[in-house]
């Protein structure tokens, strides 16, 4: 059980490392070398994890996925509005989701397709707007998959804007303001004023 803590340790400890060299230098000029010098770890161990750079960045690619788990809430739509604003506040301290999107977003020699992160961005979003929709929270006639399209691609250009101008700290707050724009073209008027468009708690703080 010693032997697998520290095995899970070393994984977990390179992870760490390859995501924030991922997401200050990008896959192309991130290396094996600089990734060892911050764990501290020999190549050996590094290799019996991971067996490229590659494979890594797979791993943390995984990340993405992760961070979609819908939260609960009976109001689908309030659900929906959470999951991004709790991934907003995810990018601000997690450096493994945010090597994640850099690597989803970021066009390079990495063999992982970037749609494939889009395509679970997608099925996140759309299944919480058929959700709502059956529970009557949309305005009639709502181009469900047009929606579905305007979230994801907003919220993927919020992310760039924010790191762009912030460094991600106010990216909660750009993801606020676009809710407040879009929910009267999206949803029945007596369920606006229910809406909660911030963060009760962000990640990292105190309940």
């Known amino acids: 059980m010693a032997q697998q803590e520290r095995g899970r340790r070393s994984r977990q400890s390179?992870?760490?490392a390859a995501a924030r060299v991922f997401d200050e230098r990008g896959y192309e000029a991130a290396s094996t070398?600089?990734?060892?010098?911050?764990t501290g770890l020999t190549r050996?161990?590094?290799y019996h994890h991971f067996p490229s750079k590659e494979a890594i960045a797979l791993a943390l690619v995984d990340a993405h996925a992760e961070a979609l788990a819908p939260p609960e809430h009976p109001v689908r739509i309030?659900?929906?509005i959470d999951l991004t604003l709790?991934?907003?506040d995810r990018l601000r301290i997690d450096p493994v989701l945010r090597a994640s999107v850099r690597l989803t977003i970021e066009q390079t020699s990495f063999g992982y397709p970037p749609l494939t992160a889009?395509?679970?961005?997608?099925?996140t979003i759309l299944g919480l707007l058929k959700e709502a929709e059956a529970q009557n929270e949309l305005l009639p006639g709502t181009d469900i998959h047009a929606a579905t399209a305007t979230i994801v691609g907003s919220f993927t250009g919020l992310q760039i804007m924010s790191?762009?101008?912030s460094d991600r700290q106010d990216l909660p707050e750009?993801?606020?303001?676009f809710w407040d724009l879009i929910l009267p073209g999206l949803v029945i008027p007596g369920l606006i004023g229910r809406l909660r468009t911030s963060s009760p708690v962000p990640v990292g703080a105190s309940s």
Do not use: D, P, T
């Not at 070398?33 to 911050?38: G, Q, R, S, T």
């Not at 750009?174 to 303001?177: D, E, I, L, M, P």
């Open 33 to 38: 070398n600089e990734i060892l010098a911050h």
């Open 118 to 123: 889009y395509e679970q961005s997608v099925a």
């Open 174 to 177: 750009r993801v606020g303001a």
């Open 14 to 16: 390179i992870l760490e």
């Open 78 to 80: 309030q659900a929906m």
């Open 163 to 165: 790191r762009a101008y």
């Open 44 to 46: 050996g161990s590094l």
């Open 86 to 88: 709790r991934f907003a």
